[in-house]
T-cell receptor, first 115, second 112 residues
Framework: DTAVSQTPKYLVTQMGNDKSIKCEQN?????MYWYKQDSKKFLKIMFS???????INETVPNRFSPKSPDKAHLNLHINSLELGDSAVYFC??????????????FGEGSRLTVL | DQQVKQNSPSLSVQEGRISILNCDYT??????FLWYKKYPAEGPTFLIS?????DKNEDGRFTVFLNKSAKHLSLHIVPSQPGDSAVYFC???????????FGTGTRLQVFP
């Protein structure tokens, strides 16, 4: 039974399209995150939510909009996709708000390719 | 500005020998450090962590060493096993922040 699950795992789309990636965790954690791993393999935080409240919003274009309908779900919607958005997007969750008191549990990643 | 650096993109070690993966950081506010392991097509999984009040933490075959004055930490795996072949990410966070800053990873290959 997958703890943090993301869908879809692979997504190929054209520039200018709008797409969403969904994430669900069944660990009972309060905090969820989106990380982006780009072509240089940097794994960078984009957003974090604690119990549906936005905690971290890094310098991410406003084309990216996270939505947390409840604390078990954190979806990522991307408008007007650009070539540079191609990356692997990882969802994660943790037991506590502060990352340094609890490990992150990651999903398997969603590989987005923008053509 | 890369605050967490893993300067070795890859490492190859013979089975049974010690693997040493290194990580350097620049932010003196970091006080908690973690290592994650990642297999292909999977998300990173937590391996071991260390608080800045310690200089060593051990868990089975895995030991993490922290040298605060040098802003350096290392992960030792002994003995190395083929199943340890993966990408290892070093990560750090500062007190009362919700951000983990990751390095770019080191690909470890353990051969028979």
């Amino acid at each position: 039974d997958t703890a943090v699950s993301q869908t879809p795992k692979y997504l190929v789309t054209q520039m200018g399209n709008d797409k969403s990636i969904k994430c669900e965790q069944n660990l009972g954690h309060d905090t969820m995150y989106w990380y982006k791993q780009d072509s240089k393999k940097f794994l960078k935080i984009m957003f974090s939510y604690n119990n549906k409240e936005l905690i971290i919003n890094e310098t991410v274009p406003n084309r990216f909009s996270p939505k947390s309908p409840d604390k078990a779900h954190l979806n990522l919607h991307i408008n007007s996709l650009e070539l540079g958005d191609s990356a692997v997007y990882f969802c994660a969750s943790s037991r506590r708000t502060y990352a340094n008191t609890g490990e992150l549990f990651f999903g398997e990643g969603s590989r987005l390719t923008v053509l | 500005d890369q605050q967490v650096k893993q300067n070795s993109p890859s490492l190859s070690v013979q089975e049974g020998r010690i693997s040493i993966l290194n990580c350097d950081y620049t932010n003196s506010m970091f006080d908690y450090f973690l290592w994650y392991k990642k297999y292909p097509a999977e998300g990173p999984t937590f391996l071991i962590s260390i608080s800045s009040i310690k200089d060593k933490n051990e868990d089975g075959r895995f030991t993490v060493f922290l040298n605060k004055s040098a802003k350096h930490l290392s992960l030792h795996i002994v003995p190395s096993q083929p199943g340890d072949s993966a990408v290892y990410f070093c990560a750090a966070s500062a007190k009362n922040t919700d951000k983990l800053i990751f390095g770019t990873g080191t690909r470890l290959q353990v051969f028979p």
